[in-house]
């Protein structure tokens, strides 16, 4: 019988490897990406497409190209759509970075053969229609003037602006007035551009059986292929402000949202997983120093984190947390209080150690599922990486020391290097 007054025993965590993708490269150019892991009749299929809004000249044109897809296509309008999504138990999700269009759609196995033929028409044969145009477009502009009565929007919109500058592809903030500008003669040639078989690799995760893996390369085998490879990109160097603090004024508003921040090596260096330990310990979970001091102990917001943002050439770190007028100047005094503390003293070893089980917890338990699984899958694919990377992660972290991040700190965390946001009301 379990004995509930002794303390389950702690066991050390073991390597462990990421599981591998099956790949395929298909006739009409189309990369597959097939993670069998799962024990639901049931898959995840994501389309990767190169159309981002890195290769559009009108802001907002890579959104709506997206958007538009699950509108209308050769033989189904938007209402049919919907509906016979919902019918075969299939959930669909749009999403755009600077780099990639993805579209995500969850279905049962056993109606996967119409499934695909349905999602083969709508991201290879949409028609973008002008009248669900027109209501994506009034739908965004009523979220935009709602959102620019947030102080965590204006807040962050100006922080990428000053991180990377406002005519960066990480730093450029579409506006109410770009709405307007959109045409959409250019929308349907930039999916038409696009959308094609050569600019699309495809990741598929879950119970993958023999008649499943066929019946999806017959599926996407079939597809015409479409289409020229795009080149990558040109990238830009980034343009920092010259300021370090910027206010934002919003006279209405109780609270004020902070973001404290800077330029930081993304995860392509090698300090970057013990930096990750380094940003647990001050703002990467709910028993970090800042939630515990700013928090608990000064009763400042109700959450204050901090976060390690990677893209593939740049990456930034960022403290952010939202609090009342009055405590503004407080709260962010307390962040360079913790912030020196880092540069100045050895974190003990029993906090280390409790950070590191709860990275390691976390790193597991996005690798228990595939459906999990292929969320780091499509982003070592967009990052160009290697499994290695997450081969690694877990040795790497067990073996960083209290000496190497203060190293680290010393580093990378030297208070004059930080910008600091400001969007609310002046303090009385």
């Given at each position: 019988?379990?004995?509930?007054?002794?303390?389950?025993?702690?066991?050390?965590?073991?390597?462990?490897?990421?599981?591998?993708?099956?790949?395929?490269?298909?006739?009409?150019?189309?990369?597959?990406?097939?993670?069998?892991?799962?024990?639901?009749?049931?898959?995840?299929?994501?389309?990767?497409?190169?159309?981002?809004?890195?290769?559009?000249?009108?802001?907002?044109?890579?959104?709506?190209?997206?958007?538009?897809?699950?509108?209308?296509?050769?033989?189904?309008?938007?209402?049919?759509?919907?509906?016979?999504?919902?019918?075969?138990?299939?959930?669909?999700?749009?999403?755009?970075?600077?780099?990639?269009?993805?579209?995500?759609?969850?279905?049962?196995?056993?109606?996967?053969?119409?499934?695909?033929?349905?999602?083969?028409?709508?991201?290879?044969?949409?028609?973008l229609p002008e009248k669900e145009f027109a209501t994506l477009?009034?739908?965004?502009?009523?979220?935009?003037?709602?959102?620019?009565?947030?102080?965590?929007?204006?807040?962050?919109?100006?922080?990428?602006?000053?991180?990377?500058?406002?005519?960066?592809?990480?730093?450029?903030?579409?506006?109410?007035?770009?709405?307007?500008?959109?045409?959409?003669?250019?929308?349907?040639?930039?999916?038409?551009?696009?959308?094609?078989?050569?600019?699309?690799?495809?990741?598929?995760?879950?119970?993958?059986?023999?008649?499943?893996?066929?019946?999806?390369?017959?599926?996407?085998?079939?597809?015409?292929?479409?289409?020229?490879?795009?080149?990558?990109?040109?990238?830009?160097?980034?343009?920092?402000?010259?300021?370090?603090?910027?206010?934002?004024?919003?006279?209405?508003?109780?609270?004020?949202?902070?973001?404290?921040?800077?330029?930081?090596?993304?995860?392509?260096?090698?300090?970057?997983?013990?930096?990750?330990?380094?940003?647990?310990?001050?703002?990467?979970?709910?028993?970090?120093?800042?939630?515990?001091?700013?928090?608990?102990?000064?009763?400042?917001?109700?959450?204050?984190?901090?976060?390690?943002?990677?893209?593939?050439?740049?990456?930034?770190?960022?403290?952010?947390?939202?609090?009342?007028?009055?405590?503004?100047?407080?709260?962010?005094?307390?962040?360079?209080?913790?912030?020196?503390?880092?540069?100045?003293?050895?974190?003990?070893?029993?906090?280390?150690?409790?950070?590191?089980?709860?990275?390691?917890?976390?790193?597991?338990?996005?690798?228990?599922?595939?459906?999990?699984?292929?969320?780091?899958?499509?982003?070592?694919?967009?990052?160009?990486?290697?499994?290695?990377?997450?081969?690694?992660?877990?040795?790497?972290?067990?073996?960083?020391?209290?000496?190497?991040?203060?190293?680290?700190?010393?580093?990378?965390?030297?208070?004059?290097?930080?910008?600091?946001?400001?969007?609310?009301?002046?303090?009385?």
């Open positions: 019988m379990l004995d509930r007054t002794q303390q389950p025993q702690i066991n050390e965590f073991k390597n462990f490897k990421m599981a591998r993708a099956t790949t395929y490269t298909l006739d009409n150019g189309i990369k597959l990406y097939l993670l069998n892991q799962g024990e639901e009749e049931v898959v995840r299929i994501d389309w990767m497409i190169r159309a981002g809004s890195c290769y559009q000249s009108q802001k907002l044109t890579a959104h709506f190209a997206n958007s538009l897809i699950k509108e209308g296509c050769r033989t189904l309008n938007s209402a049919e759509i919907a509906e016979q999504l919902d019918f075969y138990g299939s959930w669909l999700h749009l999403t755009n970075s600077h780099q990639y269009a993805y579209v995500t759609l969850y279905a049962l196995n056993r109606h996967l053969p119409t499934i695909l033929a349905l999602a083969e028409e709508m991201i290879f044969h949409a028609t477009k009034e739908i965004l502009r009523k979220k935009m003037e709602i959102d620019q009565t947030k102080v965590d929007y204006l807040s962050n919109r100006q922080f990428k602006e000053i991180i990377y500058g406002a005519d960066h592809l990480y730093g450029k903030n579409a506006k109410i007035e770009d709405i307007d500008k959109l045409d959409l003669a250019q929308i349907r040639q930039f999916y038409q551009t696009h959308y094609n078989t050569r600019n699309t690799q495809i990741f598929v995760a879950g119970k993958i059986t023999p008649e499943v893996e066929k019946t999806l390369l017959a599926a996407f085998n079939k597809i015409e292929a479409t289409g020229e490879p795009l080149e990558g990109y040109v990238s830009q160097e980034p343009q920092p402000a010259q300021e370090k603090k910027f206010f934002i004024e919003k006279a209405d508003s109780v609270q004020s949202s902070v973001i404290i921040g800077k330029p930081m090596v993304n995860r392509k260096h090698p300090d970057h997983t013990k930096l990750n330990v380094l940003n647990t310990v001050l703002g990467g979970y709910f028993g970090s120093r800042l939630m515990t001091n700013i928090r608990e102990e000064k009763g400042y917001t109700y959450g204050i984190n901090s976060y390690l943002v990677t893209y593939p050439e740049f990456g930034h770190f960022k403290i952010s947390s939202q609090t009342g007028n009055e405590f503004t100047q407080p709260l962010i005094e307390e962040v360079f209080h913790e912030i020196e503390k880092l540069r100045t003293e050895l974190i003990p070893q029993e906090e280390l150690d409790m950070v590191k089980m709860y990275l390691l917890g976390e790193h597991l338990r996005t690798m228990d599922s595939g459906l999990n699984l292929v969320d780091l899958l499509i982003s070592l694919v967009g990052h160009k990486q290697s499994y290695d990377y997450y081969d690694k992660m877990a040795e790497e972290i067990k073996e960083t020391t209290s000496e190497e991040l203060l190293e680290l700190a010393q580093k990378y965390l030297d208070p004059s290097s930080f910008f600091v946001v400001v969007a609310g009301a002046k303090s009385k």
